[in-house]
């Protein structure tokens, strides 16, 4: 079974600087999916950001990038240039790729942007 | 391209009782995934379809079910609804498995409290 972990049940930045979420996994798989999903106080689950794990380079989507570390399975999202509307939970989520479509979801972070 | 949809959005039901969630699927997708959110036990997968069977299932008892219509559609249903029931019932699609296609795309979510 997978597990992930957020260690960080909450964060704030300040508008306009530069936010890092830390996630991190267990798993035995080796051809799998990670995402980050933002879900804000609708509630609504917006993805973020998504990465494969074959793939070395790390995934980036305008202000959202991901740190990849598949050796330390690790896998950090990075916001620049936070905005207001950044305000929200994020959860780390793990997806054994050809499997079925089950995600494994973390604990989730809950991101305050500060004006 | 609309999204996914997700009927009712808020329920109140009384313990004992049964209860029918829907979910339409973003068109063109045919893999539909239920998850239940909760303050105590997080985001928990509860069952995927794809084309009209059931092809994962979660650590979840016999009093929840669902299934998958020809237009992709899904239903879950919660029979003799306990207080611990009360969540948020989020509904995922996705094109389907495999070749990259397993992103999944979340509906606003049903709000069911159980009295």
């Known amino acids: 079974a997978q597990t992930v972990t957020q260690s960080q049940p909450e964060m704030s930045v300040q508008e306009a600087e530069t936010v890092t979420l830390s996630c991190t996994y267990d798993?035995?798989?080796?051809?799998?999916?990670l995402f980050w999903y933002k879900q804000p106080p609708s509630r609504q689950m917006i993805l973020v950001i998504r990465?494969?794990?074959?793939?070395?380079q790390n995934a980036t989507e305008n202000r959202f990038s991901v740190n990849f570390q598949k050796a330390a399975k690790s896998f950090s999202l990075k916001i620049s240039d936070s905005q207001l509307g950044d305000t929200a939970m994020y959860f780390c989520?793990?997806?054994?790729?050809?499997?079925?479509?089950?995600?494994?979801f973390g604990g989730g972070t809950r991101l305050m942007v500060k004006p | 391209k609309a999204g996914v949809t997700q009927t009712p959005r808020y329920l109140i039901k009384t313990r004992g009782q049964q209860v029918t969630l829907s979910c339409s699927p973003i068109?063109?997708?045919?893999?539909v995934s239920w998850y239940q959110q909760t303050p105590g036990q997080g985001l928990q997968f509860l069952f995927e379809?794809?084309?009209?069977?059931?092809?994962n299932k979660g650590n979840f008892p016999g009093r929840f079910s669902g299934r998958q219509f020809s237009n992709s559609r899904s239903e879950m249903n919660v029979s003799t609804l306990e207080l611990g029931d009360s969540a948020l019932y989020l509904c995922?699609?996705?094109?389907?498995?495999?070749?990259?296609?397993?992103?999944?795309?979340f509906g606003p979510g049903t709000r069911l409290l159980v009295l």
């Open positions: 995922a699609s996705s094109l389907g498995p495999g070749n990259g296609q397993e992103t999944q795309y």
């Open positions: 798993t035995s798989e080796n051809n799998y999916y």
């Open positions: 990465q494969e794990a074959y793939k070395q």
């Open positions: 989520a793990f997806m054994k790729r050809n499997a079925g479509n089950m995600l494994t």
């Open positions: 068109s063109g997708h045919r893999s």
């Open positions: 379809y794809f084309s009209e069977t059931q092809r």
